[in-house]
């Protein structure tokens, strides 16, 4: 069993707001203090014979199993179950699995598998709080009946373009349907044919009967199940009819006890509709006060990435990306793959915070938590990722020394790493000027620089191919120079060069990984999305690194020196060859996220 809440390894956020208000002021009249919880399907039975659960609020987390989480899941993640967290409640672990045609046990998995990554756990000593919409189909049939037979639902046969055109406008009242007065007994019957598969698809459909006149759309007599031959990934064949999301969500509420049911602004005006059908099913006696109250909060617009769960199946459908994980994506699994820590996407969410109005945030905002993340934990190391040739002339053939350097300059804790040096090495091809310009303080014919962690040494010139292209720097050490030794001070020079030994370096696959889009917000307006996808993207090379790295694990984050922060690539990487991915740079060069 994982641990319990209170020990979660997620720390609950403490950003006062809007819901947390909502939340206190009912913990301070005590409004829930007298629900109950039997760990069971709270049908008002259930409810009365449960144990009292006083003080503690239910949040969940709704997803629908018909794709991968994205980084506007985690914020959702992030805030039912910080609050739960905070408040010693629960947070369910809940999938709407509604709609068969859609979903797969591939994304149920995942998502389990996301939430777990995060630092999040739907279970305890005491509970397990792992739901299916599927679970209730029963409930929410039984309960599709009792509306019909108290008048508040009816079976409509009208086809879609019917329904459509006299649902009216937002300036027009809709129209009632011809067959919205059938007596209780027809609709009954004929919902029962629907269950039993008597009927084709599209040809009726189970309406709520609220108000065709209401200005609220959402309240014009809503759709409440249709029939779909369709196998479930869960429940086989066994149902022909299936509930529409608005129906079965507010009931999968107040099955589960829930308090706060936290939704994003576009369910704002579907709040009316989650009332009154709970209103009604409590007065059929299935829900005991106080119902669940739903709270809308916005969502994460994010720049430079799109949340959209159709566009990212045409990213990956089209080629752009080569699947869910691509580290380009901002899915849960992609930034996962990244390099992103479940703490830096724990952080961004907190910094963000939550709001009642739509606004955007910029992605150098999620890139900061990540270098902010990263900074304490990250052991450095030396890569070359466009290398050059560097051959000191005077050092002694077939000698090779060890140089030492902290793996976390600000944790000595952590101790050193030994890599060698010797009279051949790959330095960076951008850090050698046989012209150079104003200003240029690395190598250049003449000019002396430090070997970072080993040797001063001057430039002596350069060796050139038949096109005149520079192949090799060659340059003399000063052997008294070596960092960390008595004489070392005594040089004083104004370049620090990182290198690696040619005959030692670990060759290996980088990726260097960029922002998805060029555009901040791409397929904005009547524009198509791909139209401003980022050539430079990703950039596949193979570099020279510090020969340590061969060890590198899984999932094992680095701060390449001056280069940024690199991952072992979690898919990639194989025993002493590991693939790395940038994760993000050391500093932003899109000119947002900045204190």
Known sequence: MSKSPASST??????????????????ATGYYARRTWGGKPATADAQRAGALDPARIRTRFPPEPNGYLHIGHAKSICLNFGLALDYGGRCHMRFDDTNPEKE??????????????????????EENNLYFASDYFDHFYEMAEWLIQAGHAYVDSQNSEEMRANRGTLTEAGRNSPFRDRSPEDNLRLFREMRDGRHPEGSHVLRAKIDMASPNMNMRDPALYRIRFASHHRTGDKWCIYPMYDYAHPIEDALENITHSLCTLEFQDHRPLYDWLLERLAEGG?????????????????TYTITSKRKLQELIRSGHVDGWDDPRMTTVVGLRRRGYTPESIRLFCDRIGVSKADSWVDMGTLELALRDDLEGKA???????????????NWPEG???????????????????????SRELWIEREDFAETPPKGFFRLFPGNRVRLRYGYVIECTGCEKDADGNVIAVHATYFDDSKSGTAGADAYKVKGNLHWVSAAHALDAEVRLYDRLYKDPHPGAG???HLASLNPDSKKVIRAKLEPTLAAALPDDRFQFERHGYFVADR??????APVFNRAVTLKDSWGGGKR
Request: charged fraction near 30%.
């Open 571 to 576: 898919v990639d990487s194989k025993p002493g």
């Open 399 to 421: 000698k090779v020394e060890d140089c030492e350097a902290p793996v976390h300059p600000q944790r000595p804790e952590r101790g050193k790493r030994v890599f060698p040096i």
């Open 10 to 27: 997620a720390q609950p956020a403490s950003t006062s707001n809007f819901i947390r208000a909502a939340i206190d002021e009912d913990l």
């Open 526 to 528: 009547d524009t198509d």
């Open 379 to 393: 052991a450095r190391a030396v890569a070359v990722l466009d290398p050059l040739k560097l051959i000191i002339t």
């Open 104 to 125: 797969e046990q591939e994304y149920v998995d995942s998502i389990l598998d996301s939430v777990r990554w995060l630092g999040f756990s739907w279970e305890d000593d």
């Open 286 to 302: 299935f829900f005991d006060k106080p119902l669940p109250q739903q709270i809308e909060f916005a969502r994460l617009n994010l």
